[in-house]
């Protein structure tokens, strides 16, 4: 029950969690909700395991992840963008299919033991008393990688001009179309951009993090917490990644409650128990609908909302715009 | 040399013909079995056997067909529940969850017990009956009123209630009730079994091993009520209305919060019912692994059957058969894999509802 | 094109020869010719539906026409997106404005443009548009977020957008409808500062007066095709461009009946409420209504009239008294207003007042589906709503291949005449017409006016708020004129001067 230690399992499994919540956002704020995620996250989990197990290369792997996520979301965008389908249904649907494929691709990986991603303590930085070993000592790589992700996407969304057009093709697509912006390309390109991510995040998990394959236990609702995440975040990639932080250290937590045998100074009624670890285990989910309850009540307060055209197809008028 | 046609898409300004939609969504099933035949083959290199072996194993004797019929009996009460609720626009992706709520509180009437044990079969199976619903229904209704209330996505709540139910009946199948550390309760007493056809095989010998139970008649009943209520009601029409355009029904003198809570409940109620008649009727006991993703499948079958409840009842056989042949082919995860890409195919092909496709030849036009 | 012609004048800022533009079922612009001399204002007339929003839209290089050819500036041009015309000089103010409403102004101007590059620095480009609005006479808040603007500031954003690409051509369309009789003024004066800086300019508009007030030239479109091209304005009478708007001879006056005003219907006193952002909506307003007379309430959209509306029909929250045949009605829910009797068309036609995927029948019985013999308190009677609903279609002459079309294929006047229809059979003692006639074609405008007319006579009171002047003079008994949220006056409409009411819109003048 060592704080620095659930702060930096946090910062590990709460990675996961920002790569996909990021990639979310990107796709959402270009109007187009992406529901698939957990089955591309799982897609990638077993195509990265996969290829890196074959190539003994784990580079290969991540890429595979990142590929493998990345095409699921096309077909997405396909369907939702040009056939004007509608998004949630398209989504669940490509959950089934990633997890499916995921499932039928990966049997009989359970238990090997390709090359994993290496983790490593970044010189000067992991000096710093207290916080540097927590932050910057012993991480994956990858952890460093999401470390810099969250100060460039949101210097991109809110700074840059490709931002802008993102947040008016997400906001307003007619205004966009107008002046001559490809509503559609935009669009492609982000859910693209959020396929990848969603990938990435999956190989995090079995390259990483959470090395191994195991089966759909594998990214176990992940992929629907970062949905969640995305909400009551606001669409900001800061407060994205602060959510995948505290969720990751909320999962630590739970698993180091279950261990000792005294809790504080009292017998720990989980030791004694263990059955009640169930409990524990719904912590997250009911935690991330009481994120949503407040989330919801926050916009609402604010006045500030999901990107305006989240949700609708965007279809140039006949008779005028 | 060049291709003389260009395809053009237009988009269709009178109805689709009525055939349509069915040659729409067949076709769809059949490139789906086709895009996993290719991924079977892929990794077990034997498709055509094993998509073969679908049809015998299921359609084969009647003992098959009886277990594609047991199958599909949770699949028609979900298929109803998802269809209703999608009916109003509110994404059920809970039904999982509400079928082991419902299982749950069903099991209450036999483990607690709510009803003195020597009581009469009629009376333990209609109060389990009940019990299953309100379970069922109370696990809809907590998404229902966040919904209603405080507008929170029904989508990710009743996708967290459905592991949170999970976890909750781990608990007590793996503690308090358990039957000698193992992981589910002790078997019920056959009074709090639904009646099944395999019953009265001392009479017609024919009927031995026939496992087909009275879930599906419930099945049948509910699908007729919910036939009747989309399209009869008065209920029905409000809750067409406020699926259609909630803004017009607010302003019509609907109240909408109450349609949000009530349909949920209807809806975790039937998912509710059909966990009652899985633990009551197949295995008789309450136990970890009673749905292999039934709440899932009957979103499926919902979209696949266009939330028409007769429909519902077909699409269920169908899928239950994909559900039986499932359990003899490997790898296991076919099954979603088939039920992913039907989904996705179907939708895909309902885009030619909306657009006609041209192949013109290429000329100019006069001008 | 022979040459003598090219020494004599400058060449045509636009040539648009033989237009053909088509969507599935309807021909929208049927070879149509107009030309656009350079400098001049050249005015587009015709009714809602005419396709004059259409042909501009594609020189605009939103549509490509089917066949035709379009020059600018003598050179022939294919535009293939709106990058295109916007390359050829061409900007387009659109009647919905398209703009970013959580973005600042200097953002929605700068969409869509290849610089600035990669990172925005806005302090320069807020500098930039601040001496473009000075040599156009345009002021507005560069940093302000557009949702903050009104709508006339709102409006010459959209004008810098289009000035700040370049543009020489700009095409305005129906740019007065959101506008005061003293805006109007103002961006009259702004076009002639813009031809003066060497601009041409296309100005689509349906209304008449406006028309000959400022444009040069103009050409009236009728059903897709020209029925006048490139007159010039000299001698110009209303009847005869109304008659070619519409094909047929238009009778400008109402038949309205004298009658004396009942007992009162509504009582609305001490009303406020906040609008959807936040801010106050109404302030303060009180009026009411007799039986048998109509009620205008007159002013330029976004002045409190929307929430006006819905506090009236239970869909806003307010403080204060509305009093319905002496029942209280305030902050009650909109079911139970429609108790009271009160009926209420909604100024969002498809996206409040109708169901677009459910049939015109099962629109008809959104109010009345649980009365008999329609309905009961389980049951749908179907074979009596399809009694009623083909008696309404017939009553009211709505165009529709059966009662089971959907009501998202039905054209706007149609859809209204459906809306119309079922708030009428209703028998209510109080109705509420928002905008009724917007967008309407003029056959349909004079069967709504002549309904509520009906309704008027046999004694229902009616609040009509319209932004149609004409509209609220010829069909009105008395006009309230409402301006940020509050009541600055209200006149009889047999004595209203339409300069003063003009002044009311816009606050400079109160009358009690």
């Not at chain 3, 709503?385 to 083909?390: D, I, T």
């Amino acid at each position: 029950m060592n704080p620095e230690i659930i702060i930096h399992a946090g910062l590990a499994t709460g990675t996961i969690l920002l790569f996909a919540a990021i990639g979310e956002i990107f796709a959402e704020r270009s109007g187009v909700m992406n529901l698939g995620v957990e089955g591309m996250m799982l897609l990638g989990a077993m195509a990265g395991f996969s290829t890196s197990l074959v190539t003994q290369n784990v580079w290969f792997g991540l890429l595979a992840a990142i590929f493998a996520g990345g095409i699921l979301s096309l077909a997405h965008g396909l369907v939702t963008i040009h056939f004007q389908a509608d998004q949630v249904v398209s989504g669940l649907s490509l959950t089934f299919l990633g997890t499916g494929l995921a499932l039928v691709l990966g049997e009989g990986l359970t238990g090997q033991n390709p090359p994993l991603i290496p983790n490593v303590s970044i010189p000067v930085l992991s000096s710093i008393p207290f916080i540097g070993q927590v932050f910057f000592g012993n991480h994956s790589i990858l952890v460093y990688v999401g470390y810099c992700l969250i100060p460039i996407t949101w210097y991109f969304i809110f700074k840059t001009r490709p931002g802008m057009h993102l947040r008016a093709v997400g906001e307003k697509p007619s205004a966009a179309d107008t002046l001559g912006i490809n509503v559609y390309r935009v669009r492609y390109f982000y859910v693209f951009v959020g396929g990848c991510l969603a990938g990435l995040a999956g190989g995090t998990i079995s390259l990483s993090v959470s090395p191994g394959w195991y089966s759909s236990q594998t990214t176990s609702g992940q992929g629907w917490i970062a949905v969640a995440i995305v909400i009551f975040a606001q669409w900001n990639p800061v407060r994205a990644a602060v959510g995948g932080y505290l969720f990751g250290m909320l999962r630590r937590f739970i698993l180091d409650l279950q261990g000792p045998a005294l809790l504080f100074g009292f017998q720990n009624p989980i030791f004694m128990n263990h059955n009640l670890s169930f409990f524990l285990q719904m912590t997250p989910f009911l935690l991330t609908i009481i994120a949503l309850v407040w989330g919801s009540q926050a916009a609402t307060r604010k006045r500030l909302g999901s990107p305006a055209a989240l949700g609708i197809p965007y279809i140039r008028g006949e008779r005028g715009l | 040399m060049r291709f003389p046609f260009t395809i053009q898409v237009e988009k269709r300004s009178e109805d689709y013909p009525k055939w349509l939609p069915l040659v729409t969504s067949l076709s769809a099933v059949i490139i789906a079995f086709i895009f996993s035949g290719i991924v079977l083959k892929f990794v077990s290199g034997q498709p055509l056997k094993v998509l073969g072996f679908f049809f015998t194993a299921t359609f084969g004797s009647w003992g098959v067909f009886s277990d594609t019929l047991v199958k599909a009996t949770p699949l028609i009460l979900i298929g109803l529940a998802c269809s209703l609720a999608f009916k109003m626009k509110l994404w059920n992706i809970g039904a999982e969850g509400q079928f082991y709520l419902g299982a749950f509180f069903s099991s209450l009437v036999v483990l607690v017990p709510l009803v003195p044990p020597d009581s009469p079969k009629i009376v333990i199976l209609t109060a389990m009956v009940l019990m299953g619903m309100i379970g069922g229904a109370v696990w809809g209704f907590i998404p229902g009123i966040l919904k209603a209330r405080y507008n929170v996505n029904e989508i990710i709540t009743t996708l967290m209630l459905n592991y949170v139910a999970i976890y909750w009946n781990n608990y007590w199948i793996f503690g308090k009730w358990s039957d000698a550390g193992f992981q589910m309760t002790p078997m019920f007493e056959k009074t709090a079994w639904l009646p099944r056809l395999s019953d009265y095989a001392r009479q017609t010998p024919a009927l031995s091993g026939i496992t087909l139970h009275l879930g599906v008649v419930f099945g049948l009943v509910a699908a007729f009520v919910i036939w009747w209520i989309m399209e009869r009601s008065r209920w029905g029409y409000e809750i067409k209305l406020i699926g259609d355009n909630p803004k017009a029904a607010r302003y019509a003198g609907l109240n909408i919060s109450r349609n949000i809570i009530l349909v949920m409940m209807i809806s975790g109620a039937l998912a509710g019912l059909a966990g009652m008649a899985e633990i009551s009727g197949v295995v008789h006991r309450l136990q970890e692994r009673i749905s292999p993703g039934y709440g899932f499948t009957g979103i499926i079958v919902a979209w696949l059957a266009k939330l028409n409840p007769f429909a519902v009842i077909v699409v269920s056989i169908l899928f239950g058969a994909l559900i039986v042949a499932g359990r003899e082919i490997q790898p296991s995860g076919i099954a979603f894999l088939l039920q992913g890409t039907i989904l996705f195919m179907v939708i895909s092909s309902d885009v030619l509802l909306k657009y006609k496709i041209h192949l013109v030849r290429n000329q100019e036009e006069k001008a | 094109m022979s040459s003598h012609s090219s020494q004599t004048s400058p060449p045509l800022a636009v040539e648009m020869q033989d237009i053909v533009i088509r969507f599935p079922g309807v021909l929208a612009n049927d070879h149509v010719n107009l030309t656009l001399k350079q400098g001049e204002i050249h005015a587009l007339l015709g009714e809602n539906g005419a396709g004059k929003s259409t042909l501009m839209n594609s020189l605009a290089g939103l549509y490509k026409p089917v066949s035709g050819v379009i020059k600018v500036h003598g050179e022939v041009v294919n535009f293939n997106s709106p990058r295109d015309a916007i390359a050829k000089g061409i900007g387009m103010v659109y009647q919905h404005f398209m703009l970013v409403p959580t973005q600042t102004v200097t953002e929605n101007i700068l969409l869509g443009l290849k610089d600035p590059k990669f990172f925005m620095n806005l302090a320069t480009y807020n500098k930039k548009i601040q001496a473009l609005q000075e040599q156009f006479g345009l002021k507005v808040d560069p940093t302000a977020l557009i949702w903050q603007l009104s709508v006339g500031e709102q409006q010459r954003v959209e004008i810098l957008k289009t000035l700040y690409r370049g543009a020489n051509i700009l095409i305005l369309d129906e740019p007065t409808a959101v506008l005061a009789p003293q805006e109007i003024d103002d961006l009259m004066n702004t076009m002639r500062s813009l031809v003066a800086n060497g601009k041409s300019i296309f100005f689509i508009s349906h209304k008449l007066n406006e028309v000959t007030a400022v444009a040069d030239r103009l050409t009236v479109l009728r059903k897709g095709k020209v029925t006048a091209e490139g007159i010039g304005i000299e001698g110009i009478n209303r009847e005869k461009l109304a008659e070619l708007m519409v094909g047929r001879k238009v009778i400008f006056q109402v038949e309205k009946k004298i009658q004396e005003p009942g007992d009162v219907v509504l009582d609305v006193k001490n009303v406020s409420a906040l609008n959807n952002k936040g801010f106050p909506a109404l302030k303060d307003v009180s009026f009411n209504l007799h039986q048998g007379e109509i009620l205008g309430i007159a002013g330029i959209a976004g002045n409190g009239q929307s929430e006006l509306a819905e506090v009236i029909t239970g869909l806003r929250l307010c403080s204060g008294s509305i009093l319905i045949n002496r029942q209280q009605a305030a902050n009650r829910p909109p079911g139970m207003i429609i108790d009271y009797g009160v009926s209420h068309i909604p100024e969002d036609r498809t996206g409040v007042g109708s169901a677009p995927n459910m049939s015109i029948a099962e629109n008809t019985i959104m109010k009345n589906y649980d009365q008999e013999p329609i309905g009961s308190r389980w049951r749908i009677n179907f074979s009596s709503v399809r009694e009623y609903a083909s008696m309404l279609k017939e009553k009211y002459v709505i165009l529709a291949p059966s009662i089971n079309t959907q009501a998202r294929k039905l054209s706007g006047g149609n859809l209204q005449k459906v809306i119309l229809a079922r708030e009428i059979s209703c028998f209510p003692r109080l109705m509420i017409a928002v905008q009724p006639t917007r967008g309407l074609d003029v056959g349909a405008i004079e069967s709504i006016q002549g309904l509520l007319l009906e309704q008027r006579e046999n004694g229902t009171a009616i609040l009509l708020i319209s932004e149609e002047l004409e509209e609220l003079l010829s069909l009105c008994d008395r006009i309230a004129v409402i301006y940020e949220g509050e009541v600055t006056g209200i006149v009889d409409a047999a004595d209203a001067n339409l300069t003063n009411i003009g002044l009311m819109m816009t606050g400079s003048l109160r009358s009690q």
